[in-house]
């Protein structure tokens, strides 16, 4: 007898398979996170083995039956990359790092409730929680490291070398 995986399955799996629905997302991140200035610490060809890892990793879940809504969110690195496109990696990969641990733990969430009204809720908060985290983030880095151009049209950073990422979440 052939067991059917369905995706109200996704709840009632052990820790390993909950992990293996987690990794694509975490993967991605690394990805993006190896684009930016001053070159990160991963080199391009862990990027791109992190790249193909998650989309096989998804492949495989497609092929057992177990993706369901939270597919979606675990491009969410993709549209992070857009919020962070010019922010230094110094600083985009801790804000990377910390909008994918609220998506992260919405689709912890989202596999784990019981009550199907809210499992979609959850997510979608989730991942709207995470815009929001991200956006306040880089709208911080660009008030803190404002631009000035000189005559030679250079541009000279003006403040806030020394400013730890994490205060940037507390700016106001």
Do not use: C
């Amino acid at each position: 007898m052939e067991t059917t995986y369905t995706t109200n399955n996704v709840r009632e799996r052990r820790l390993p398979a909950i992990l293996l629905t987690q990794l694509p997302l975490w993967l991605f991140t690394a990805t993006v996170s190896i684009e930016g200035s001053p070159p990160p610490g991963l080199p391009l060809w862990a990027g791109i083995t992190a790249f193909a890892l998650g989309v096989l990793i998804i492949l495989y879940l497609a092929w057992r039956r177990e993706l369901d809504a939270s597919m979606f969110a675990m491009m969410m690195p993709f549209v992070l990359m857009a919020f962070f496109d010019e922010v230094t990696t110094s600083y985009k990969t801790p804000f990377l790092l910390v909008s994918t641990a609220v998506v992260s733990a919405s689709i912890l969430l989202y596999q784990k409730s019981k009550d199907r009204k809210w499992r979609a809720l959850i997510l979608l908060a989730g991942v709207i929680v995470s815009i929001l985290l991200a956006s306040h983030a880089k709208n911080a880095f660009w008030d803190l490291f404002t631009v000035r151009y000189t005559t030679d049209f250079t541009t000279l950073p003006v403040s806030g070398v020394d400013t730890p990422w994490w205060k940037l979440y507390f700016n106001p």
